[in-house]
């Protein structure tokens, strides 16, 4: 039966607020955990007003194990387009009141286009992640779907900086995709990153673990090294991802942003840049503070991969620093450090150098 503009209009509405809604009880019970909504991170993380959301009605086409009574708008992530500091960005965010975030094809597809219209246009991706993993009603199809976001990630690395955030248990799909990208920050005590969890570990494994000792914050950032930067929680991740834009290109054709800073054009006349030997208690980055009145990311980006004789090196720390008006990386460490704990350390220089690489090819063409 034909419907008047006017019902369309109303129907279209309707469809809009639920997906704005979401499901009110699992928002709750996110903001009970300290957590924000999908849709909060956003109004966070951009510039206010500055978002546009794309295909916010897209459903699963997927009917059976009773998926097609369980269909909301948006299918888990929140997609679009907006600015951070005036600059474009491209961001999804998954929404875990919505089928616990899980992926499905749609919701896959739509990851997929973000990453690959940021590509084209030449705008950093940032993802929010908070995922169950793979939705299992949805079967082979399914992981066709996340397989273009893995390629995606694939061919967007090194022509825009890629970064991710895991702001809740982040499984399977989850974690892959994050892994492949330029930057990880990870929310302490409220994120986990794993392939299978700990019934799976318990089952085959016959070892008892939890979400934290599995995948936490702490194990990836001091063991497996996975995760660049912790944040104690959703805002202070927002807030860390909005800073680390402004010391990136938005693409590799691009230059960093460019600021008017406040150095001291005398730094360069410090005796303690002339000496032959570091003195007792040398602290390498308050000699880089003074040489090059820079202005630091975070110096928790210098944390390796932990070694059993050595740990990871605390004093070996790979920031973005400022000088003058240009943005640079740097890696420094101090010399009382075991040899050794230099190894690990070696790959987080070599990920730095790679990430820096974005700004100099374009002047390499």
């Given at each position: 039966m034909a419907q008047s503009r006017e019902d369309l209009e109303k129907k279209l509405s309707e469809r809009e607020q639920i997906a704005l809604d979401a499901d009110p009880k699992a928002a709750a019970r996110q903001r009970?955990?300290?957590?924000?909504?999908?849709?909060?991170?956003?109004?966070?993380?951009?510039?206010?007003?500055?978002?546009?959301?794309?295909?916010?009605?897209?459903?699963?086409?997927?009917?059976?194990?009773?998926?097609?009574?369980?269909?909301?708008?948006?299918?888990?992530?929140?997609?679009?387009?907006?600015k951070i500091e005036g600059r474009p960005v491209y961001v999804y965010s998954q929404d875990r009141a919505v089928l616990a975030g899980s992926v499905?094809?749609?919701?896959?597809?739509?990851?997929?286009?973000?990453?690959?219209?940021?590509?084209?246009?030449?705008?950093?991706?940032?993802?929010?992640n908070d995922s169950a993993g793979a939705r299992i009603q949805e079967g082979l199809s399914v992981t066709s779907a996340i397989g273009k976001i893995f390629f995606e990630n694939s061919i967007a690395s090194g022509c825009i900086p890629q970064i991710s955030a895991i702001m809740?248990?982040?499984?399977?799909?989850?974690?892959?995709?994050?892994?492949?990208?330029?930057?990880i920050i990870q929310v302490q005590n409220?994120?986990?990153?794993?392939?299978?969890?700990?019934?799976?570990?318990?089952?085959?494994?016959?070892?008892?673990?939890?979400?934290?000792?599995?995948?936490?914050?702490?194990?990836?950032?001091e063991v497996s090294g996975v995760t660049d930067l912790v944040a104690k929680n959703d805002e202070?991740?927002?807030?860390?991802?909005?800073k680390l834009i402004g010391f990136l290109p938005s693409s590799f054709e691009s230059l960093p942003p460019r600021?008017?800073?406040?150095?001291?054009?005398?730094?360069?006349?410090?005796?303690?840049?002339?000496?032959l030997g570091p003195p007792p208690g040398?602290?390498?980055s308050q000699r880089e503070r003074s040489a090059c009145g820079w202005s630091l990311l975070c110096e928790?980006?210098?944390?390796?991969?932990?070694?059993?004789?050595?740990?990871?090196?605390?004093?070996?720390?790979?920031?973005?620093?400022?000088?003058?008006?240009?943005?640079?990386?740097?890696?420094?460490?101090?010399?009382?450090?075991?040899?050794?704990?230099?190894?690990?350390?070696?790959?987080?220089?070599?990920r730095v150098a790679a990430q820096c690489c974005a700004t100099t090819r374009r002047r390499k063409r």
């Open positions: 009970a955990e300290g957590k924000l909504t999908a849709r909060e991170r956003i109004d966070k993380l951009l510039d206010p007003g500055s978002f546009v959301e794309e295909f916010m009605l897209a459903e699963t086409p997927c009917s059976d194990f009773g998926m097609a009574e369980k269909r909301q708008p948006s299918d888990g992530v929140v997609t679009g387009f907006g499905g094809s749609a919701h896959a597809e739509k990851i997929a286009y973000v990453i690959q219209t940021a590509r084209k246009l030449g705008v950093p991706v940032i993802g929010l809740g248990p982040c499984i399977g799909v989850g974690s892959y995709s994050p892994a492949l990208t330029d930057f409220t994120s986990q990153m794993f392939i299978t969890g700990p019934a799976v570990i318990k089952e085959v494994l016959g070892e008892t673990v939890t979400m934290e000792e599995l995948g936490g914050a702490k194990i990836h950032s202070e991740c927002l807030a860390t991802i909005r600021k008017a800073r406040s150095d001291d054009p005398m730094r360069s006349r410090d005796p303690s840049r002339h000496r040398f602290d390498p928790g980006l210098g944390r390796c991969p932990r070694r059993a004789s050595s740990g990871f090196h605390p004093k070996r720390q790979t920031p973005f620093r400022v000088r003058g008006e240009r943005e640079d990386g740097v890696a420094f460490s101090a010399p009382e450090k075991p040899p050794d704990a230099c190894t690990p350390a070696a790959r987080r220089e070599g």
